[in-house]
């Protein structure tokens, strides 16, 4: 049986600095767990102008005691697709595990949305499935969807760290010169295009 999680939650930041911490998220003292991002592609969408990104996480977390024999190693491998919109205001983040899907499946997506007060809208929908049977089924879906809401408050609490580090560091008042692709160049490149 699929356990669903569904929760919304506003961020009183505006949208470009909330996608911007959404992005940059990692690390933070509150995701420890979280050992390495790294990104796999970006590109640029010239007919809808969607940015895509695509990146690949490695988390560890402790295994219970009555897990361990059926899962091999604590680290697990995630898949992280971002499409960002910015001339509507969204940004999707499609995620998944690529290692122990054996054991279960879990897929989250959250959206940013800009709404009309200035704040953030995040609304975050999480699908959790095992299917390895022996009668353990109910028993790692129920165990990951507790896990899963306990680091959704952490997760929180880390946007809140990495926002208000980059409003200390008065990241959100500078302005970043981009490429041709979007990438960030220094101030004193040439052919660049400036963006907020």
Avoid at 16 to 25: D, H, M, P
Avoid at 63 to 77: E, F, L, Q, T
Wanted: net charge positive; proline share 2%.
């Amino acid at each position: 049986m699929v356990k669903f999680y569904q929760q919304k939650y506003s961020y009183e930041y505006s949208w470009n600095t909330v996608s911007f911490a959404f992005l940059n998220r990692y690390p933070n003292p509150f995701a420890t767990h979280v050992l390495t991002v790294d990104t796999l592609d970006h590109r640029l969408d010239a007919q809808t102008g969607e940015l895509h990104i695509t990146r690949l996480l490695r988390k560890t977390n402790s295994v219970p005691r009555w897990a361990r024999s059926i899962m091999r190693g604590n680290d697990a491998y995630i898949l992280e697709e971002v499409t960002i919109d910015a001339q509507s205001g969204k940004l999707v983040s499609k995620t998944r595990n690529i290692t122990h899907t054996r054991l279960m499946k879990v897929e989250e997506t959250q959206t940013l949305l800009a709404d009309n007060s200035g704040h953030t809208m995040c609304k975050n929908e999480t699908s959790i499935v095992s299917n390895i049977g022996y009668g353990l089924n109910s028993r790692i879906e129920n165990f990951s969807l507790s896990r899963f809401t306990d680091n959704l408050v952490k997760s929180r609490k880390g946007m809140h760290y990495v926002l208000d580090l980059a409003q200390r560091k008065g990241l959100f008042g500078q302005r970043m010169r981009l490429d041709q692709t979007g990438a960030p160049l220094s101030a004193s490149s040439s052919g660049t295009t400036l963006v907020d």
